[in-house]
């Protein structure tokens, strides 16, 4: 028992603080500012633990879950979005007057179900995982409760997630049905042995839960909630809900990918190339022609899971490797551009259209450098992190073959370019029409040099995450 | 092999602009005059940095000098690579001569937004001389991008009138062009995997050496995707379109940098990737590219001559000034090469210095219509030497730099066994008789004539800082011109070991035709006979 604990320590830590944050906030009024520092601290004592449990391996609690390395880097991943998020999120829910004590223990609620999706071995799991942070995001997507596009995001977002759970836990019967066993290592260990008697059952399950996950990721062709979503949601739920939960559903995504791919290899690959390709075109092709920001980012979101699809594609060290990078790069410049859309905000919906951005570099030189930064960064263009996150999703494909799907991925890079860079022009080329907002930067600071000194960093020294990452999925490139 | 002795010398002149960079960051941006002032000072002390390279570098080495390799990325064997050879240290010299001119050529027309704009050139300077240095794939390809960002703000912020479409189109056209080499670096770092026993890497040197052993078919694609992106760059016809936009658009110094060096990157990259990396693959191509410079050389010239922009004249003529410069390099002959590569030099010099000569007159009259021009030489009779002198350079006439550069190139190109035909030198030379035609009659109805226009009577002449601009300039002008042995003599062992051994490459394939084979080894002979 104790061993398990240990194993899973950033896991049951967090989730056990959780459960105390919400006892505070039932217990205490007016706890907004107890739960805020006692989240921080959590998060923090968890990314501790989580690097303390790198080391780790095996199973744990009778092999529902597993610990260190993979699990770990996630464990830290979810955290350090966590505290990113909530460092910008304390001052904008005072801005738009939404701050209601419970806000933080959920958001604890949903890192404790990415983190368990991380280190789940076992089909049941990885679906209380999945479970544990969706039930939370329907809930956040919808916590601006005066406003109606949040509601209505709210809704649009359960209905569409349960409709999606819904093939996901029949994928997950079917591979049940046709391996005898929910753990990932006995499906495996069938799967190679061979003659299952219900063989043709597993393909129709592996695709039912490549649908349930990518509705997750937000990939095509399940990604039409995610604009409508991502829009109508408190802008810095969007952040965390973009970054952390695309990085839950790819850390759901490998270690199934694993599992499963002696099963079918071939078509797997082409399915998800597809799927790749496709997600990253309409993605892009879609943002370009958003006139508000946070569709706009919305939209280049799914585009970035096209490119973090690619990595699945190669199924490679590198491949998950890349994987890792991106998620960790992409969370920064997501979040980070962000939590600059949610300071320029104000109550009601207002100033957020592109056009609004017009002359903010004369207002805000410095949130304008950054989210120029952002930018330049979400379009791959060096020596910013996003540049070295496509640049090892490339290099992973084409070793895997996948020449034609790069050549797509730059393509779509290039239309994405357009986008990005029609940001900075309004920011720097174009004069302000109407005044710009004030703004009281506060603490949202943190996580803005944070998010800022991350994407520069990884840019300019990639080498420290990728050999951590390297390290994870073994030495056994092919 | 490369050499590593001094290797310290070329980090100071590449890490100091972006010293100045960071500095500039800090400073106030009240402080105007502060903020000019170290931009001006640390591009000076580039230049004077990088004097030591040119006075230690030894004309009689093979291969790269100053070379030094540190680790980046380790599980991509990406390092901090960097050297130089006789053509990069040519070009890395350029950039900080031409440099400080061009920031001193913003001081006076740059009135809004000073920090960044500083701060961006000196951005810029630590980008091209990265992009000259580096001997690495993946650090060539990240200076190469970090270009884009300083110069896509110099021409969207302190452009003309239809700034945005320029900077977007220049941005849209360059990253076009380098995703696609992207792709080739990475298949090339993939095929160094491939290897029996290797492993992925960037490395330059590793590379080249493995480069001849790709299969040709697939060299062909590695050379076009290279050879697309470089050529955009150029721009070679009939990837032109974005260069006329981009230098009416871009503020003086922006035109000065963009004709001055940034062009040079491309046909750089071009001799220093397509040419060193697959000699087979361009023996196919040879014919298309020549045909492409050569058309590029009449087009722009014939475009040029219906300017009445004079800045669009010039941009055009750049076009057609390179498309000499490439077919120099594609002649593959030491003199075709040795004379590209004077040839960037000489026109970052004389078209930097036409584009200062403009920038002059729209200081004065904020317009560069020909027509609003007419009889300046009698109100202006200082500026009037000048331009004259920058439009002879441009013109090539004997005795100035362009001269040498525009017969090095035709003479390589009419003797050349990979084109074998000596139609592209007799086509190109008539593009030599129109710059003289489009040049001298745009000179006549600017500066002769009558000066009939009563806002063209009070023109005050060169200010000192103008003048300052300008006359060292016409120095390197002059100095090429007359002893062009003190710069070909860096070179000269540079295009002869590189014609060399493409030609042993190309030779050694079968699948080429014997006659054609047997021409090569025939010059060959001739060559080792001298």
Known sequence: ?478 | MPHTDSAGLLFLPLFLPLLGFLSILFIDRVQEKAIKYVTLIFSMLTFFASLPLWFAFNDGLDGFQFYSNIPWIPSIDAGFRIGLDGMSLLLVVLTTFIMPISILASFEPIGKRLKEYYAMMLLLEFGMLGVFVSLDTMLFYVFWELILIPMYFLIGIWGGKDRIYAAVKFFLYTLVGSLLMLIAIVWMGLYAKWTPGGHFTTDFLILKQLAPGIQVDIQIWLFLAFALSFCIKVPLFPFHTWLPDAHVQAPTAGSVILAGVLLKMGTYGLIRFNLELFPQALYEFAHPIAWLSVIGVIYGALVAMVQTDIKKLVAYSSVSHLGFVVLGIVSVTPEGLQGAIIQMVNHGLSTGMLFLCVGVLYERRHTREIADFGGITKVMPKFAAMFTIAMMASVGLPGLNGFIGEYLTLFGSFQSKFLNNPWYSIFSASGVIFAAVYLLWMFQRVMFGTNDNPKNHGLTDLTRSEYWQLVPLVIFIVWIGVFPKTFLSKTELYAQTLVGSIEKTVLGTSAYPKIKAQKIQEHVNHKSGH
């Open chain 1, 1 to 478: 028992m104790i061993q398990d604990l240990l194993l899973t320590a950033p896991f049951t830590f967090l989730s056990a603080m959780a459960i105390i944050a919400m006892v505070v906030d039932a217990l205490i009024k007016n706890s907004a500012r107890i739960t805020f520092l006692f989240s921080v601290i959590t998060l923090i004592v968890s990314g501790i633990l989580a690097i303390a449990t790198f080391g780790q391996h095996g199973i744990g609690f009778n092999g529902m879950v597993t610990g260190g390395g993979f699990a770990s880097y996630f464990d830290l991943l979810f955290s350090l979005g966590g505290l990113l998020t909530i460092f910008a999120a304390r001052s904008y829910l005072q801005r738009e007057g939404i701050e209601h004590d419970e806000f933080y223990s959920l958001v604890l609620f949903a890192i404790g179900g990415m983190m368990l999706i991380g280190h789940s071995n076992n089909l049941l799991s990885l679906f209380i995982g999945i479970e544990i942070m969706s039930v939370v995001f329907y809930v956040l997507s919808g916590y601006m409760r005066s406003s109606i596009a949040s509601v209505e995001s709210s809704l649009k977002y359960f209905l569409l997630g349960a409709f999606s759970t819904g093939f996901l836990v029949y994928g997950m019967a079917l591979i049940y049905g046709a391996t005898g066993s929910m753990d990932y290592n006995h499906i495996a260990m069938n799967i190679t042995r061979g003659s299952l008697p219900l063989e043709s059952l597993l393909p129709i399950g592996i695709a039912l839960m490549v649908i349930g996950l990518s509705f997750k990721a937000a990939a095509f062709p399940f990604h039409q909630w995610a604009p409508d979503v991502y829009q109508g949601a408190p802008t810095i739920v969007t952040a965390f809900m973009s970054t952390a939960g695309k990085a839950a559903a790819f850390a759901a995504f490998m270690p199934m990918i694993m599992v499963l791919m002696p099963a079918a290899t071939a078509k797997l690959q082409m399915t998800f190339a597809v799927l790749s390709a496709a997600t990253m075109l309409i993605g892009n092709i879609s943002a370009l022609a958003q006139t508000n920001i946070k569709r706009m980012l919305a939209f280049s979101s799914v585009a970035h899971a096209g490119y973090l699809m690619m990595g699945l594609v190669a199924g490679s060290q590198s491949g998950y490797s890349g994987i890792m990078f991106y998620l960790t790069s992409y969370m920064f410049m997501q979040i980070g551009s962000f939590i600059i859309v949610g300071l320029l905000e104000r109550r009601g919906e207002e100033h957020l259209e592109i056009a609004d951005y017009a002359g903010l570099s004369k207002k805000h030189p410095v949130l304008a450098a950054f989210m120029a930064i952002f930018m330049f960064s979400l379009a791959g263009i060096p020596p910013f992190a996003g540049f070295f996150g496509k640049y090892y999703l490339f290099t992973a494909a084409i070793d895997a073959g996948y020449l034609w799907l790069t050549i797509i991925a730059v393509l779509s890079s290039i239309i994405s370019v357009y986008f990005y860079i029609g940001l900075i022009v309004k920011m720097y080329f174009n004069e302000s029409e109407k005044d710009m907002p004030d703004t009281e930067i506060g603490l949202s600071g943190m996580s803005l040099v944070i998010t800022i000194a991350g994407v520069i960093i990884l840019g300019i020294m990639p080498s420290g995450i990728l050999s951590i990452a390297n390290a994870i999925f073994g030495h056994s490139s092919h």
